[in-house]
């Protein structure tokens, strides 16, 4: 069911050109995908590396677009951490945590913040 309600809102806001709710779109897409990944048992490494390089594709498509919000570049930079973190991307997934914490302090986005620092 979720991935019916994102498909249609990715749809609708495509065809609305709205940046903002396009960007809130692939983000759930994203933690979507997420979800999916961690459910799977460790021996399908394959499919589990595949839907985390589909998930940082929908965030950094997310990332690149005009006019997204202040949140949702946040929350977007949190899911970037979080796959990070699951392909074992140690460098890259601190630097992005600390990056997180930064725009969560900036923009009050305390939950943002706790769980980045959580990642870290």
Do not use: F, W
């Not at 997204?68 to 930079?77: G, I, K, N, P, V």
């Not at 990056?99 to 302090?105: G, L, N, P, S, V």
């Amino acid at each position: 069911e979720a991935a019916t309600s994102i498909r249609r809102a990715l749809g609708v806001a495509r065809a609305m050109h709205n940046a903002p709710c396009l960007g809130m779109a692939l983000l759930a897409l994203a933690n979507l995908r997420i979800a999916q990944a961690r459910a799977l048992p460790q021996k399908h490494l394959d499919t589990r590396t595949r839907l985390l390089a589909h998930a940082r594709q929908d965030i950094q498509r997310a990332l690149t677009l005009p006019g997204l919000e202040a949140e949702t570049h946040t929350r977007s930079l949190l899911t970037l951490t979080e796959i990070a973190s699951l392909l074992e991307e140690t460098d890259a997934a601190k630097t992005l945590a600390q990056q997180t914490i930064e725009e969560a302090q900036r923009y009050e986005l305390v939950s943002v913040e706790q769980a980045a620092r959580k990642l870290l």
